[in-house]
């Protein structure tokens, strides 16, 4: 069984054209769906790769294939409709490349992580004080701390005026 969480992230994927609306139709069926690392013969099979789908789907008795959106949602459908079919899973196999996040995303994606980490190591730092009950190391965290979410604001500021 894949998760609805593991289907959905299927959207931060380069998916082909169409491919949206069988993404969350798979979704609401995520309990009837097993991943496959290969394609197999002879099962209810769909591939989604970077330039279309292919599914494989029996259908009273017989392996009826296709490949357009609108087809394999239909056939989808019938599929999970069918009472003969109706507790059977889904193999599913997936080839697509991530989004490409570029450079500059990446950088500050780095960035806020750094910043992120800073905070949370301050923070640290102030409960430890509190525990230990160092005025001093309390105070000069809390102040450590008021400098990075003032560098924060402003830089948020910077980004908004340049939107």
Do not use: C
């Not at 209810?44 to 009273?60: D, E, K, T, V, Y």
């Not at 889904?90 to 450079?103: A, E, Q, R």
């Not at 992580?113 to 525990?131: C, P, T």
């Amino acid at each position: 069984m894949m998760t609805k969480d593991e289907i959905l992230t299927l959207k931060t994927k380069l998916l082909p054209s169409g491919a949206d609306s069988v993404i969350d139709y798979l979704a609401a069926r995520h309990a009837q769906l097993e991943a496959t690392n290969i394609v197999l013969e002879n099962v209810p099979l769909l591939i989604i790769g970077r330039h279309g789908m292919i599914a494989r789907i029996p259908i009273n008795g017989r392996i009826k294939k296709v490949s357009q959106p609108d087809e394999v949602l239909q056939l989808l459908q019938t599929f999970f409709t069918q009472p003969a079919t109706a507790s059977e899973k889904l193999y599913l196999f997936v080839n697509l490349p991530d989004l490409p996040i570029p450079p500059e995303v990446q950088q500050v994606l780095s960035e806020v992580e750094e910043r992120a980490k800073l905070r949370e190591q301050v923070k640290q730092r102030i409960d430890k004080a509190l525990d230990e009950r160092d005025k001093f190391a309390f105070e000069a965290a809390v102040k450590e701390l008021a400098s990075l979410q003032q560098e924060d604001d402003r830089q948020t500021w910077r980004a908004r005026r340049f939107l």
